[in-house]
């Protein structure tokens, strides 16, 4: 609710202004957002997301492969530019001086936060509150009349001092929101010259800023900044979700079109069905093509479309890993190694940790070259899905077998623990039965056997997970060893073609008598053929070896889920047991 609330504001403040200032912001690449509906907040959608997001590649991890919003979903669903000036510079443990002058607001001395409540009442909202009976379009009209009230209506230092004080509110507390209730100052720097605002490239920064939030903790269920932009890239990419509503087709950017559908149910029960409907996805659905009609800022943004490459936001700094979604472009998917996350180490999330000013053109700069160079191109030279399929299905199960194993371990503790603790209960009692050649007690005896039973599916699943990096270690080598040979048989194909195109020059060129180079050519490429055919064979053979490592991998996933099952039925068993034995005494 905050981030619609604070939306409200920010379009109010927006709308109040006179129409020099709206001109400045729209020069500055942020009136696109500007036309964009008032959408419902969807958590269900938020969380059902964040769950797939693997911090280690920035990426959703999906069933059937990974997905990337890109920075041409950016530019396409809500209109910022992606293209320009890195958005870097300094970094300052405290913002006092610059804010008192930059905003002439206070700033507690040792902070970085302007109070949220003194910078809206800077630009005339001071009547915040929604009243009773109120619709929302009343609301933001009243808002808006009141701010009218207290803003410059003519350019001068004035009306400077307006624009800084409502760039800050639409940066910290829509685009770049963070947790908490005051608006963080590190965009100030950037501020200072107001006509440069708009070469910088707010939206890799978002995109930045949006990867950050997604890594951050699982407990947090939601996401920071501005959260239309990805609730539309669900509807336009995972249109089986059907959390959206196409009611505007043909509008620019492409989130005006779109209303969040509403969801009556418990977030629980949402929650529940998205997660099933994700994990049965039938198919990868690519990007949807869309043309370039009513969006002229494309025209720049489009040489950083289809490239991996660093996204800068200050002291965030994270890699756009387009190559990992070859197939989501339409390409054949290769084989590619994962990527590590922590290649680029940078300082904690908050900026309250930072007690040294920070050059980050200076401590990134090898990161903001890549940005100026755009990166690199996302390309393929695969001919099959194959390989990386399997890649990504070992790499995750083998997750699955880590995580199977830790819980089979948890299982097996707890079991043990209750069979201590029934021995130690029932020893005084028993000791003398036992002394008799009695036998122990019905529970201790069943609970043993849950025990025996627990170590047993836990050395079942300790193989299994062996058995996937066994499968994975191999499938990396033979597919490495494919492609260096498929390269070495297009190259012997390549001087194939050319013999043969000079043999046939040969026998139309020469002198009848003149057969010595002709015959040697014959019997080089009589050899060249013969390597190529081995060439193919031995790929043949690679390709029919990964296939029986896919085949003893999906047996290893099968014995895996029966072990897990064969967990269940025990501790359902052992649940019953204690139930039937608190009714009968």
Not at 462 to 491: F, G, K, N, V
């Amino acid at each position: 609710m905050r981030a619609r609330v604070s939306w409200t504001l920010v379009l109010a403040a927006f709308l109040a202004f006179p129409p020099f200032q709206q001109e400045r912001v729209e020069e500055m690449g942020f009136g696109q957002i500007f036309r964009i509906e008032r959408m419902r907040v969807d958590p269900a959608l938020t969380q059902a997301l964040r769950s797939r997001w693997d911090t280690e590649v920035s990426a959703f991890a999906f069933p059937w492969e990974y997905m990337i919003p890109s920075l041409e979903n950016v530019s396409r669903i809500i209109g910022l530019r992606v293209y320009g000036w890195v958005v870097s510079g300094y970094t300052y443990p405290c913002y006092h001086d610059l804010a008192e002058r930059l905003l002439d607001l206070p700033v507690e001395r040792r902070s970085s936060l302007v109070p949220r409540v003194a910078l809206q009442e800077s630009l005339g909202l001071y009547e915040a509150g929604k009243n009773a009976g109120e619709s929302e379009d009343e609301y933001l009209a009243r808002l808006a009349r009141v701010s009218q009230r207290e803003l410059a209506s003519e350019p001068g230092p004035q009306a400077n001092l307006d624009l800084r004080r409502f760039l800050v509110l639409f940066l910290g507390r829509l685009l770049f929101a963070t947790r908490g209730d005051a608006v963080h100052c590190r965009f100030l720097p950037l501020l200072e010259d107001l006509g440069e605002v708009g070469g910088y490239a707010w939206g890799a920064a978002f995109l930045a800023h949006q990867f950050d939030g997604l890594s951050a903790s699982e407990r947090q269920t939601s996401t920071s900044g501005f959260y239309p932009f990805l609730q539309v890239w669900a509807y336009l990419h995972l249109p089986a979700l059907g959390r959206g509503d196409l009611t505007r087709p043909g509008f620019v950017p492409i989130a005006r079109r779109w209303d969040s559908r509403r969801d009556t149910r418990h977030l629980v029960d949402q929650l529940e069905r998205l997660q099933e409907v994700i994990d049965s996805y039938p198919y990868l659905d690519p990007y949807l093509g869309e043309g370039d009609e009513g969006q002229p800022w494309l025209v720049q943004a489009r040489p950083y479309f289809g490239r991996s490459v660093w996204l800068h936001a200050l002291n965030l700094v994270l890699p756009l890993n387009l190559f990992l979604t070859q197939r989501s472009l339409g390409l054949r998917q290769s084989v590619v190694e994962f990527p590590i996350r922590d290649r680029f180490r940078r300082p904690g999330r908050s900026f309250r940790g930072l007690h040294d000013m920070t050059d980050w053109r200076e401590h990134a700069r090898e990161q903001i070259e890549n940005w100026e160079q755009k990166g690199k191109g996302v390309r393929s030279d695969a001919t099959t899905d194959d390989a990386n399929l399997q890649a990504y299905a070992l790499k995750y199960g083998g997750k699955s077998a880590v995580q199977d194993r830790e819980a089979a371990q948890r299982q097996t503790a707890e079991l043990r623990s209750e069979l201590e603790r029934v021995r130690g209960t029932g020893a005084g009692g028993a000791s003398s039965s036992r002394s008799a050649g009695g036998s122990p007690s019905l529970m201790e005896a069943r609970l043993a056997g849950a025990v025996l039973r627990a170590e047993e599916a836990q050395r079942h699943l300790e193989e299994w997970e062996r058995d996937l990096e066994l499968a994975h270690e191999q499938a990396m080598t033979l597919q490495s060893e494919r492609d260096q040979l498929c390269i070495r048989a297009e190259a012997a194909e390549a001087q194939v073609a050319e013999m043969t195109r000079e043999l046939a020059t040969l026998r139309v060129q020469r002198p009848p008598g003149d057969q010595e180079e002709v015959t040697r050519l014959r019997a080089e490429l009589l050899a060249q053929q013969t390597m190529v055919r081995g060439l193919q064979q031995i790929v043949t053979d690679i390709g029919r070896s990964r296939s029986r490592s896919r085949s003893g991998a999906s047996v290893s996933r099968a014995t895996g889920a029966s072990v897990g099952q064969y967990l269940v039925g025990s501790s359902s068993r052992r649940r019953n047991e204690e139930e039937e034995r608190r009714r009968q005494g």
